[in-house]
Nanobody, 123 residues
Framework: QVQLVESGGGLVQAGGSLRLSCAAS????????MGWFRQAPGKEREFVAT????????YYPDSVKGRFTISRDNAKNTVYLQMNSLKPEDTAVYYC????????????????WGQGTQVTVSS
């Protein structure tokens, strides 16, 4: 019922910035907690950021804290991931996810996933 489509990925030099977008359709976007996860080749899909349905609560792992910011615009049914000071180790496919409930870092708690968008950071 809920469809998620990521966009905004690309190639950027280390130290640069990108803003990813995730457009949601179906369901009621304003009731879903949203998350961003990423997966590099040969690695597990890891938590990047999450935001509550209201947008008032966010969580980040230490690996991105202070560099990445998750936000949402419920009027546009869109969640964003602003990525600054990018590092080569940020290179991965970035996935948007949604769940009905509180924000969480756990992959299995999310019911809906986008197709992913590639982010490549060159040194």
């Amino acid at each position: 019922q809920v469809q998620l489509v990521e966009s905004g990925g690309g190639l950027v030099q280390a130290g640069g910035s990108l803003r990813l977008s995730c457009a949601a359709s179906g369901g009621t976007f304003s009731t879903y907690a949203m998350g961003w996860f990423r997966q590099a080749p040969g690695k597990e899909r890891e938590f990047v950021a999450t935001i509550s349905a209201s947008g008032h609560t966010t969580y980040y792992p230490d690996s991105v804290k202070g560099r990445f910011t998750i936000s949402r615009d419920n009027a546009k049914n869109t969640v964003y991931l602003q990525m600054n000071s990018l590092k080569p180790e940020d290179t991965a496919v970035y996935y948007c996810a949604a769940r009905q409930g509180v924000p969480t870092t756990t992959r299995g708690a999310y019911s809906y996933w986008g197709q992913g968008t590639q982010v490549t950071v060159s040194s």
